[in-house]
C-alpha cells in the first residue's frame, strides 16, 4: 500500500507542477496582450486566464497533491512507529 501511495504522491506532484507552470505561461501571454499559444484564446483573441479550464484543473491537482500529501505524511509516520 506504501507504494501506491508514494506514486500517488509523485504523480499528483508532476500533475500540479505541470498545471501550474502552463496557467503561468497563460498568465504570461494575458497580461503581455497576446494570444496564448497553448490552445487557451479564443479565435486568437486574448482569454482571462482565470476562467480557462487550466486554472480550475491547476486548483483540482492542488487539493489532490496536498490530500495526498497528508496521507503520505501519515503512512511516514506509521512506519516510524511499528
Not at 63 to 81: C, E, P, W
Amino acid at each position: 500500500m506504501k507504494k501506491v501511495i508514494t506514486a500517488q504522491f509523485v504523480v499528483l506532484l508532476v500533475g500540479v507542477l505541470f498545471a501550474w507552470t502552463n496557467f503561468t505561461w497563460e498568465v504570461i501571454y494575458w497580461l503581455r496582450n497576446l494570444a496564448c499559444p497553448f490552445g487557451c484564446s479564443l479565435f486568437g483573441r486574448p482569454v482571462n486566464p482565470f476562467l480557462t479550464p487550466c486554472f480550475y484543473g491547476a486548483l483540482f491537482f492542488t487539493a489532490a497533491f496536498v490530500l495526498a500529501a497528508v496521507l503520505f505524511k501519515k503512512s511516514r509516520g506509521g512506519q516510524a512507529q511499528e
